[in-house]
C-alpha cells in the first residue's frame, strides 16, 4: 500500500507528465503574414501619407529609428514569434528593441502586455541582404482563451540600428502603422502614443506571425494580386475577402492574406532590388517564401492572372496556365496533402484603370476561367467571377464599384466592401472540411 508522500510524488509525477503530453499536442500555425516586396518606395500602397520627414531618402532606408506595426492575427496561441525579412535589401540590418503588445488604440499598448522579443536567446538579430529570420518563442500570458481576442491587434514595435538601406516592406497594408523620426533611437518599450507621432499605410520587414496552436489547426494562404491584398477596401476596416472567411471560419483555420498589389503569374522575368518591380515579384518567384515556408499549411486560395493580361503584362492565356500548372505542382511537392482551390478572375471590363479593362484582356481572362474551372488542376473552384460580375454587361456589379479605402466612383477593376463581402461569402467552408455554422 503507498504511503501518503508516495501516493502524492506519484500524482504529482502524473500530472506533469500530462501537463508535458498537453503541451506537446501543439503545433506553429502562420496567424498573419505580409508578402514582401520593393524594395521601399517600389509598390502600389494605398492612402499612404507624405513621409518625406520619415525616410528622407529610399537610399538611407530607416535611420535609428523605432516602427510599430499593427497586426491582427487569425488565430491567438499561448506561444507566439515572429519573422523579420530583409529579402530585398542591399546591406545587413540590425534589429533591437523588439517588443509585442496588445494594441490599445492607435499607436498606444496596453499597460501589462507589452513583452521583449528575443533571438537565439539575444534582444538585437542582424539579418543579411536576402535573407530572413524567426524570433525565439514568446510566451503570451495575456492569451487565456483565443476567442476572446478574435478581432484585436498586436502591436510589434522594433528599432533599426544605424541605417538599414533599401527596406524590404509590403506597400498595401491598409491598416495604420506608426513610426518615429530617424535619430529617434529604440522607443519599442515605451507605451506611449506619443512615441511613434507618425502614421504609415504600410509594413516594413515583419513578414510572418506564427501561433502556437493544437495539433491539426492549420492555415489557409490566400496567394494573389490587389484583389486579394484589398484594394478599394476599408482602410482599417479589415474587409477584404480574406478577412471575410477568417471570420467565417471563426478561428477552427486561420486565413493568411499572401496578396500584393499589381502581382503577375509569371512576370516579371527579373525582379531585384536593382531592378523592382511595383507589382512584386512573380508568384512563381515568391511562391516559396509566401506559400511554402509558411507555417501550418492546409490549404492555399490562387486568384491571379489579371495582372498578367494587362498592358503592363501583356501575357498569353496559355503562359499564365503553364505557370499555374507548374506551382500548384510545386505546391504539392512541398506540402503534402495540400488542397490547392482555383478562384476565376474577376471583370475588369470597362475599367477606368489605362492599363486595364479592354477586350483583350476580357478574353484571355474567359479562357483561364474555363480552365480553372474545368482542367481538374486544382482541388477545388471558388467562383468570385459569378459572384461579382453583372450578367448584362459582364462588368462588375454596380454596386461593388464605389472605392471604399479614398472614396470616388471606383476603378470598375477592385470590388469594395460590399464586393469582397460577396466573395468571402462565395467560398463554401466545404472545401477545407469545415461546416457552416
Not at 513578414?207 to 476599408?234: E, N, Q, R, Y
Not at 478561428?251 to 518591380?277: T, W
Not at 507555417?295 to 494587362?310: C, H, P, Q, R, Y
Not at 511537392?333 to 470597362?350: C, F, H, M
Request: aromatic share 8%; charged share 20%.
Amino acid at each position: 500500500m503507498l504511503s501518503v508522500e508516495k501516493f502524492l510524488a506519484l500524482l504529482f509525477m502524473l500530472c506533469a507528465a500530462a501537463t508535458a503530453s498537453a503541451a506537446g499536442q501543439t503545433n506553429w500555425v502562420t496567424s498573419w503574414a505580409a508578402s514582401v516586396q520593393g524594395p521601399y518606395p517600389v509598390g502600389n500602397p494605398s492612402a499612404q501619407p507624405n513621409l518625406s520627414l520619415v525616410f528622407p531618402t529610399p537610399e538611407t532606408g530607416a535611420r535609428d529609428q523605432s516602427f510599430r506595426l499593427i497586426v491582427k492575427p487569425e488565430l491567438w496561441g499561448a506561444k507566439t514569434r515572429f519573422r523579420f525579412s530583409n529579402a530585398l535589401g542591399t546591406q545587413p540590418v540590425t534589429f533591437d528593441g523588439v517588443f509585442v503588445g496588445m494594441q490599445w488604440s492607435g499607436s498606444a499598448v496596453m499597460p501589462g502586455t507589452n513583452r521583449a522579443v528575443k533571438f537565439s536567446g539575444k534582444h538585437a538579430v542582424t539579418v543579411a541582404p536576402g535573407d530572413s529570420v524567426w524570433s525565439d518563442a514568446l510566451a503570451l500570458p495575456f492569451v487565456k482563451k483565443g476567442k476572446e481576442l478574435r478581432g484585436r491587434k498586436l502591436a510589434v514595435s522594433f528599432h533599426v540600428a544605424g541605417t538599414s538601406g533599401p527596406m524590404t516592406w509590403h506597400a498595401k497594408a491598409l491598416q495604420s502603422s506608426y513610426v518615429t523620426l530617424p535619430g529617434a533611437g529604440s522607443k519599442g518599450g515605451d507605451l506611449s502614443e506619443d512615441a511613434f507621432p507618425f502614421a504609415v499605410a504600410s509594413w516594413y520587414f515583419l513578414d510572418a506571425l506564427d501561433m502556437s496552436a493544437p495539433k491539426g489547426t492549420g492555415a489557409i494562404v490566400a496567394f494573389g494580386d490587389s484583389i486579394t491584398d484589398g484594394t478599394a477596401s476599408t482602410m482599417n476596416g479589415d474587409d477584404r475577402w480574406p478577412d471575410v472567411l477568417a471570420r467565417r471560419l471563426d478561428g477552427r483555420l486561420s486565413v493568411v492574406n499572401a496578396g500584393i498589389g499589381g502581382n503577375q503569374v509569371v512576370g516579371p522575368q527579373e525582379y531585384s532590388p536593382q531592378k523592382p518591380f511595383a507589382g512584386g515579384p512573380s508568384a512563381l518567384q515568391r511562391l516559396e517564401r509566401d506559400v511554402l515556408t509558411l507555417s501550418g499549411v492546409k490549404a492555399v486560395i490562387w486568384l491571379e492572372g489579371t495582372n498578367d493580361f494587362s498592358k503592363n503584362g501583356n501575357a498569353e492565356a496559355d503562359a499564365v496556365i503553364s505557370g499555374l500548372r507548374d506551382g500548384v505542382l510545386r505546391i504539392r511537392a512541398k506540402i503534402p496533402g495540400v488542397k490547392v482551390i482555383g478562384a476565376t478572375l474577376t471583370s475588369a471590363l470597362g475599367s477606368s484603370s489605362p492599363a486595364h479593362g479592354f477586350e483583350l484582356q476580357d478574353e484571355k481572362r474567359k479562357k483561364l476561367n474555363d480552365f480553372i474551372r474545368s482542367s481538374g488542376v486544382f482541388d477545388g473552384v471558388v467562383d468570385f467571377d459569378r459572384a461579382t460580375s453583372d450578367p448584362l454587361t459582364g462588368g462588375m456589379q454596380a454596386a461593388f464599384v464605389p472605392d471604399n479605402t479614398v472614396g470616388g466612383p471606383g476603378d470598375k477593376l477592385h470590388p469594395n466592401r460590399l464586393g469582397y463581402q460577396a466573395m468571402g461569402m462565395a467560398i463554401d467552408l466545404s472545401l477545407f472540411g469545415v461546416s457552416a455554422k
